[in-house]
C-alpha cells in the first residue's frame, strides 16, 4: 500500500499485491497529461503557432487535426465515463487488452472523422463557423437571464456564421485559423501557471458573477494579439501570392 499526500485536500492510496490483475484506467489517460502539463503545452503551443500563421496554407491539414483531436477526445470521454461507471458497480477496470481495443478504436474515429472533414472542408468551415457563431452569441449576450432568448440566438448565430462560412470561405478560414491558433498558443502557455485560467465550461458562469481573474484578462489581450498579428500576416501572404499569380499570367 502506498499513500500520495502531494494533495493534502486529495490523497491517493493506492494498494498492489503480486497476484492481483493489471489494471489500467481511461481515466488514467487524462489524469497522466494533467500530472505532466508542459507535455499538452508543447503540443497546445507548436500547433497553435502553425495554425495562427499558416492556417490558410494548411487548412486541410488543420482542419484534419481538428476533427481528429475532437473524434479522439469525445471517443476517449465516452470510454472514460463507461469504465468509470463500470468501476462504480463491479469494481474492475479496463484491463491492458481493452485499454488497447480503446485506444485503437479512440484512434480509428478520430482519424475516420478528421478524413471526413478534410474531404468536405467548406462543411467542416461551416461546423466550425457555427461552433464560433455560438461562442460569439454566448459572449455578446452573457447578461440574458432568459434561456430561451439565449438558446434562439445561439441557433440563429450558429446558423448564420455557418452560412458566412461557405460564402465568404476564404476569409472566414483566415480569421477562424488565426483566431483558433491564437487560443491554442494563449492556453498553452496557461498551463505553466495552474489555475489562472478557468475551465472553458465555467467561464461564461465566472462572467456573469464577475468573478474573473486579471490573469485572465491579460489571457485575452494576448489571444487578440495572436490573433490579430495572424490574420494581418495570412492576409498579406494571400495578396503577395495573387501578385505572383497576376505576373505569371502576364508572363505567359
Known amino acids: 500500500m502506498s499513500i500520495n499526500s502531494s494533495n493534502p485536500c486529495s490523497p491517493v492510496i493506492t494498494f498492489s499485491h503480486s497476484i492481483a490483475c493489471p489494471v489500467f484506467s481511461v481515466t488514467s489517460f487524462s489524469r497522466y497529461f494533467l500530472d505532466n502539463p508542459l507535455i499538452l503545452s508543447f503540443i ?6 502553425i495554425v495562427t500563421y499558416q492556417g490558410r496554407k494548411f487548412f486541410a491539414y488543420t482542419i484534419f487535426a481538428t476533427g481528429g483531436l475532437a473524434g479522439f477526445g469525445i471517443t476517449m470521454l465516452l470510454f472514460s465515463i463507461l469504465s468509470m461507471i463500470s468501476s462504480v458497480s463491479v469494481r474492475e477496470e479496463l484491463t491492458w487488452i481493452g485499454t488497447v481495443l480503446t485506444y485503437t478504436f479512440s484512434i ?7 478524413f471526413i472533414l478534410q474531404k468536405m472542408q467548406t462543411v467542416g468551415a461551416a461546423i466550425l463557423g457555427a461552433i464560433g457563431g455560438i461562442m460569439l452569441i454566448n459572449l455578446l449576450f452573457f ?7 439565449l438558446k434562439s440566438l445561439n441557433v440563429i448565430g450558429a446558423l448564420a456564421m455557418a452560412f458566412l462560412s461557405v460564402r ?14 491564437g487560443y491554442c498558443i494563449v492556453r498553452g502557455f496557461s498551463l505553466f501557471f495552474k489555475g489562472t485560467f478557468p475551465p472553458e465550461t465555467k467561464i461564461f458562469e465566472l462572467i456573469i458573477a464577475g468573478e474573473l481573474s486579471p490573469e485572465f484578462f491579460g489571457y485575452l489581450a494576448a489571444l487578440g494579439i495572436f490573433a490579430v498579428t495572424g490574420i494581418y500576416y495570412q ?8 501578385e505572383d499569380l497576376v505576373k505569371k499570367n502576364n508572363l505567359n
Open 44 to 49: 497546445a503551443i507548436s500547433f497553435g503557432l
Open 108 to 114: 480509428a474515429i478520430g482519424v475516420f472523422f478528421g
Open 143 to 149: 447578461w440574458t437571464q432568459n434561456d430561451i432568448i
Open 168 to 181: 465568404y470561405y476564404e476569409n472566414i478560414v483566415i480569421f477562424g485559423t488565426s483566431t483558433f491558433g
Open 235 to 242: 492576409l498579406k501572404q494571400r495578396v503577395l501570392e495573387q
